[in-house]
């Protein structure tokens, strides 16, 4: 739904289907709270950065498509975030690699 919408690029929705399956339902919806805010602390972020930098950045720059004037944000960063943080707490890693 949110690919439909033009809220999440293709890679960025697969990439959360994938870690959703990691996780399993009981920790899916930490996962999921923890992805929004990381999402939103990312997004807010950006938008003073690339307030600060407008103008000073080249078109050629490596940089220019993450900070230059553009609504577009890299969510995997914020969904690898959640993954991480909820990473302790899913049943394959208690499972297998604490025992």
């Given at each position: 739904?949110?690919?439909?919408?033009?809220?999440?690029?293709?890679?960025?929705?697969?990439?959360?289907?994938?870690?959703?399956?990691?996780?399993?339902?009981?920790?899916?919806?930490?996962?999921?709270?923890?992805?929004?805010?990381?999402?939103?602390?990312?997004?807010?972020?950006?938008?003073?950065?690339?307030?600060?930098?407008?103008?000073?950045i080249a078109e050629d720059s490596p940089l220019a498509?993450?900070?230059?004037?553009?609504?577009?944000?890299?969510?995997?960063?914020?969904?690898?975030?959640?993954?991480?943080?909820?990473?302790?707490?899913?049943?394959?890693?208690?499972?297998?690699?604490?025992?």
């Amino acid at each position: 739904m949110l690919f439909v919408l033009n809220r999440l690029g293709g890679g960025d929705v697969k990439l959360l289907a994938a870690a959703a399956c990691w996780t399993g339902f009981a920790i899916l919806p930490d996962f999921l709270i923890v992805v929004g805010l990381a999402g939103g602390v990312l997004a807010l972020g950006l938008l003073v950065i690339r307030r600060l930098l407008r103008g000073r950045i080249a078109e050629d720059s490596p940089l220019a498509r993450l900070l230059g004037q553009t609504r577009d944000v890299p969510y995997g960063i914020a969904i690898a975030a959640g993954g991480i943080v909820v990473w302790p707490k899913m049943d394959l890693v208690t499972r297998f690699l604490i025992n």
